[in-house]
């Protein structure tokens, strides 16, 4: 199995913003290197990888990010976010969010933003808030907003073979292509 190491150059040292969040389907193709050690973490595999700040926030990326990355409008893309949550709890309250650059620290946060729950996304906006960079606060409490108003994100229906209803339908024909 690849080492955390390897996870931490990719996704921070040759990549960055605009390939994390774009939706590019280049930057997914060039997250396909990664297919197998993500199967290994979702397995859990990856234990070890605890022991340090980095470890858990590579552990986080694949869990959190490469999800969405590899497996776009699949449920699948969304199967590791409780596990993904649960983990960045543990390392929140262990501190090792304090412990990694501060560009690095949102994907800490991540799983908050992801989660279908009010309590969660209220959370979220406390860490976000606290990390002090008010963009990616403003993108939280957009998540947070959309939670509070449906209990869900609407864009996730369809890949999850919800029916949407019509204030849905409505609200993601207002969003045009933002996707939750």
Known sequence: MQGPDA???????????DDWFGGEAEFDNRCQQFMDLHAQVARGEAWAWRETPDGRLAELVVLDQFSRQLHRNSPVAFAQDKMALALAQEAIAGGHDMAVERERVMFFYMPFMHAESLVIQDEGVRLFDAMGNEDAANYMRAHRDTIARFGRFPFRNKALGRQSTPEEEAYMREQEGRAF
């Open 7 to 17: 996870i931490i150059r990719f996704w921070f040292v040759e990549h960055g913003y």
